[in-house]
């Protein structure tokens, strides 16, 4: 089976430049989870009807994708599917047809479909010349109303809502937008139908119409889910889909073993990976290709994005991680920020107000309060006191320090880049420290203290 999106729509409604189907969804384009559900679903063989916008989209999705141009972007729905016919006139087989705002339909159920088709033809013996997604809704409300023979799932009609009679209206059984038509039934049937009069658009609901008059059979088939049929058309629909798919996420990993506490204040996307017994507090956002190993924290309001957390590493509140891996037990905050393809190392501490960029932590590393290490590497259980500066930047070129194992570096030091501070060496506090200090030795870099007897009152007048 091949599929075909259509993305060709103008998005008016969404008041941006922008085409409506790369407006994104947890950190994804809209799109991006169209064509994953249609491959999920088993199918490979994907084309894309693009018009707005379409240079846009190619570049978003890459050039693994047919990608077929809609010349008038008021041509509608049947119109777009025409605009594709090379790529699926020849085939024996049915074609999945899919609009690319339609985000929340999952595998299961493009899988499910095909199952249908193929049971109705083994067991019924018919070739039945499509099936079409459909959904019971409380308010149906702006969607096509679906006229079936009475007491069957044979489909008679698609009725647009402004078009429907006042009985028509009060059908709650609505079209989902997702088709699978017999490539020979729909070829036919696409060059027989005729625009409307009163858009000049060609619609696939015709398409339907012509088929049903030839005697061909076409069924619905129930989505498990309602919200499945949701098509995005307002910035207000894409919140409302997007908090959809973030809440299957949470239920996805929470019925894999991760608690999540207040689960509707987190953030969470789709390449994140959890294992069992992490446990995520409100208001965590997790970002990019996260993976978080067993019995990982994730206190409140804090921030990991593309970065790989160990065994029971602690972030606590209101810190951030990016593109970096904690190791085994480590803790990072609070209000601690983690960056720039840093590794802390097994049960080191990066604590309140430190700031870590571009550096390697070895093990028991403490680095507990309002320090900045910047491309450095820090062996083991080295500690790095308040308000300590690796100054890495000389105006032109950034440096390196390196502060060996069992090195002590005291409050206030700063540490002017490139340097190396040696194994077991002592910085002592408030040090200004210009020169590679030797292994075991001491550094002590200050002015000279004066006390003036009386001068304090004199200046405090």
Avoid at 220 to 236: C, H, K, L, Q
Wanted: contains cysteine; glycine residues 8%; neutral net charge.
């Amino acid at each position: 089976m091949k599929a075909v999106v259509l993305a060709a729509g103008l998005g008016t409604r969404f008041k941006s430049d922008k085409p409506k189907v790369l407006h994104e969804l947890l950190g994804k384009p809209m799109l991006w989870y169209v064509v994953n559900t249609i491959r999920q679903g088993g199918i490979e063989d994907i084309a894309i009807v693009v018009g707005h916008g379409a240079e846009e989209v190619k570049k978003t999705l890459g050039e693994e994708f047919a990608y077929f141009h809609q010349e008038n972007p008021k041509g509608g729905t049947a119109d777009a599917v025409l605009s594709s016919v090379d790529f699926w006139r020849n085939s024996e087989d049915y074609l999945l047809i899919i609009n690319g705002d339609s985000p929340l339909v999952s595998s299961d159920t493009i899988k499910n479909m095909q199952r249908f088709l193929l049971l109705v033809e083994e067991y019924e013996k018919v070739k039945l010349a499509g099936v079409i997604l459909t959904s019971v809704l409380q308010d149906p409300t702006g969607y096509g109303r679906i006229v079936k023979e009475e007491g069957t799932d044979r489909i008679l009609r698609i009725v647009e809502e402004k078009d429907a009679t006042p009985q028509e209206r009060n059908i709650r059984e609505v079209n989902g937008g997702v088709y699978m038509f017999y490539v020979p039934y729909l070829l036919e049937a696409l060059f027989k139908i005729k625009p409307s009069e009163a858009t000049g658009e060609l619609y696939l609901t015709d398409v339907v119409d012509y088929m049903v008059s030839k005697g061909y059979e076409i069924r619905s088939f129930m989505a498990s889910d309602p919200t499945e049929i949701v098509g995005v058309n307002t910035r207000w629909e894409l919140s409302f889909a997007e908090n959809i798919l973030r809440l299957k996420l949470i239920k996805y990993w929470a019925q894999r073993g991760v608690t999540f506490h207040i689960p509707e204040t987190v953030w969470i996307e789709p390449d994140v990976t959890l294992s069992r017994n992490v446990e995520i507090f409100p208001n965590a956002v997790l970002k990019g290709k996260t993976k978080l190993s067993k019995g990982v924290v994730i206190k409140t309001g804090a921030v990991v994005e593309d970065s790989e957390l160990g065994e029971d590493v602690v972030i606590e509140p209101y810190s951030c991680v990016e593109r970096s891996r904690v190791e085994h037990k480590a803790v990072i905050g609070p209000y601690a920020h983690v960056r720039d393809r840093t590794v802390v190392g097994e049960r080191s501490e990066v604590g309140n107000f430190v700031e870590v960029k571009r550096s390697r932590l070895g093990k028991r590393v403490k680095a507990k309060h309002l320090a900045y290490i910047g491309d450095a590497e820090v062996g083991d259980n080295v500690n790095v006191g308040a308000g300590v500066v690796t100054a890495n930047y000389d105006g032109k070129k950034k440096h390196r320090t390196e502060i060996g194992k069992n090195a002590f570096v005291g409050s206030n030091s700063l540490l002017i880049a490139p340097i190396r501070v040696g194994n077991f060496a002592y910085v002592a506090g408030g040090s200004v420290i210009t020169k590679d200090v030797p292994d075991e030795a001491l550094a002590v870099e200050r002015a000279e203290l004066r006390i003036v007897e009386g001068a304090g009152k004199k200046k405090l007048k």
